[in-house]
Each structure stands twice: as C-alpha cells, then as structure tokens.
Nanobody, 120 residues
Framework: QVQLVESGGGLVQAGGSLRLSCAASGRTFSNYGMGWFRQAPGKEREFVAAINWGGGSRTYADSVKGRFTISRDIAKNTVYLQMNSLKPEDTAVYYC?????????????WGQGTQVTVSS
C-alpha cells in the first residue's frame, strides 16, 4: 500500500521560500510518476508540478514556472518541491500524489496535505 507523507509547509512572507517534502513508502516507485497539487479555499484542486521517478522528466503549471522546482531523491524515496518567490496567491494546501506510468493512469494515491500560507 502506497503511503505519502508531506511536510515543510508553513507561513512565509511574499518573496520568501519554502521546501516541501513528500516521503513515499509501500512499494518500489521506479515506474511511478509523482505530482504536487494544491487547493486554495473555495477553489478546485490544481496541478502544480510532476516528475517521473525513474527518468526525472519534469512538468510545471504555467503559474509556477521559473519559481518552483520539483526533484526527487531516489535513495530517500522522497520528492521535493522547492518554492521560491512565493506570492499570496500561492496560499493553499499542497498535496503529494502518485500514479503509475501506464497510459491513462490517474493519480490515485494522495498524501494528507500540508498548508502553505504566504502573507503580503
């Protein structure tokens, strides 16, 4: 059973930085894709960034390109989201998610979320 545990959220001023971590366990993730999503109050959950565990290819939402970086540490089974130049509109609960790399697979494993609050 896949388990994902996020950490690293908190309160930061606009322009500041945070690094989120997602510790993954329960299986081998070499054929998995890992993603970060976020949900702000009153809004739908949205995609932030994704990385393929094995090959390391990355994708980003336009709203975070150039400010956020997703990475993974294979030895630690951990995925990171480095967030720089944070803006108040980045305030949300951030979720880590995992999916297999089969065609059509969706993210079906989710962490509990970690709150990020950016003050202006």
């Amino acid at each position: 059973q896949v388990q994902l545990v996020e950490s690293g959220g908190g309160l930061v001023q606009a322009g500041g930085s945070l690094r989120l971590s997602c510790a993954a366990s329960g299986r081998t993730f070499s054929n998995y894709g890992m993603g970060w999503f976020r949900q702000a109050p009153g809004k739908e959950r949205e995609f932030v960034a994704a990385i393929n565990w094995g090959g390391g290819s990355r994708t980003y939402a336009d709203s975070v390109k150039g400010r956020f970086t997703i990475s993974r540490d294979i030895a630690k089974n951990t995925v990171y989201l480095q967030m720089n130049s944070l803006k108040p509109e980045d305030t949300a609960v951030y979720y880590c998610a995992a999916r297999t790399l089969r065609v059509g697979a969706t993210y079906d494993n989710w962490g509990q979320g970690t709150q990020v609050t950016v003050s202006s």
